[in-house]
């Protein structure tokens, strides 16, 4: 259905290309190992089957595509290679390679990519695949935890937790991850609700300066404020393509309880909503990560109030008309 144009778009500067986030074109990547609880894989299906997404976004006037699910290839597992320090390396680097793959040309139909995990090491693709087109994208991730983990100081080996150093041009890609190119500039990213760092990652926040907002900053400037600062430095000149990686463990657990990292003292439904609802206020979105939902984990009535949690975040981000934008980059 979708075609490659001659060349990537993203590496001629200041080419003027007009966007239309009309289609939410939905990727699932049942994918688990990038960290070690089971259930997280078999997120993609719960929600469109369970929560209903894909009927909860038609409701709200989107005309929605799915896609179906990403599974590597035979011809992905080649390009990578097993690396000690990062468990379960080589098949992480084959899902995001696929997803990076499957994202590109749905960016290049000007289609707004919804990503179902899976675990957050699925961002790595999503955002290597939209930076391949916009090579100017911003990022803003959301999260527990800022992922800025080495596969040389990570406590735990897992992929989840480096995926947004993998995901800046900071560090030469990891062994493994070698078709890895396209990347994010560290002052394209800005990170928020962190509550929880590692003793590299702090190490690193100070080494790249990327921008992030702790849970604290929250509480002291509200998120309005916060959301603010964010599109001020992110956006500048209102020109810039964003995406937004969405760990639902950012949500205080009572919140979203049906998630491997609980992290207690988080974001509550509000807050989460209005993240969603200022950068759908840009009209400058392209793509979003939904990412570290595990319906293996709680109660019925937990996983109904995740589900909930999810759909209302998902209809808040995409809530509005989207106009037609010109992006320069």
């Known amino acids: 259905m979708f075609h490659r144009l001659s060349g990537r778009i993203g590496s001629i500067a200041w080419h003027r290309r007009r966007l239309s986030r009309q289609i939410v074109s939905i990727v699932g990547v049942p994918f688990g190992k990038g960290q070690t609880k089971k259930g997280v894989e078999r997120g993609p299906t719960v929600l469109r089957e369970e929560g209903r997404l894909l ?113 800046l041009k900071v560090l030469q890609s990891p062994h493994g991850f070698e078709w890895l190119k396209s990347k994010v500039l560290p002052n394209r990213l800005v990170q928020i609700g962190i509550r929880q760092i590692d003793p590299g990652e702090r190490r690193r926040l100070a080494e790249t300066n990327v921008k992030f907002f702790s849970m604290q900053d929250v509480d002291r400037y509200g998120i309005g404020k916060i959301m603010e600062m964010t599109m001020e430095y992110l956006q500048p000149s209102k020109d810039r393509p964003i995406h937004l990686s969405f760990d639902i463990d950012a949500f205080d657990p009572s919140v979203a309880p049906c998630t491997g990292t609980k992290v207690p003292g988080g974001l509550s439904l509000r807050e989460g909503l209005f993240i969603g609802e200022t950068l759908a206020d840009t009209e400058a979105l392209v793509g979003m990560d939904v990412v570290e939902f595990n319906p293996d984990l709680g109660s019925e009535d937990q996983l109904e109030t995740t589900l909930e949690t999810i759909n209302m975040l998902v209809a808040a981000t995409l809530r509005r008309d989207r106009k037609k934008i010109t992006f320069q980059y």
């Open 55 to 167: 009927e909860r976004l038609r409701e709200i006037g989107c005309e929605v595509f799915d896609v179906g699910d990403v599974l590597p290839t035979s011809d992905d597992r080649a390009l990578t290679r097993s690396n000690a320090r990062l468990t379960n390396a080589s098949e992480v680097s084959a899902t995001c390679y696929r997803l990076a793959e499957t994202v590109a040309p749905l960016a290049e139909n000007d289609h707004f990519s919804l990503v179902l995990g899976g675990d957050h090491s699925i961002s790595v693709g999503s955002i290597n695949g939209l930076v391949s087109v916009w090579n100017n994208l911003g990022v803003v991730w959301v999260d527990a935890h800022p992922d800025l983990n080495s596969p040389n100081d990570s406590p735990t080996g897992n992929a989840h937790g480096m995926s947004a150093l993998s995901s």
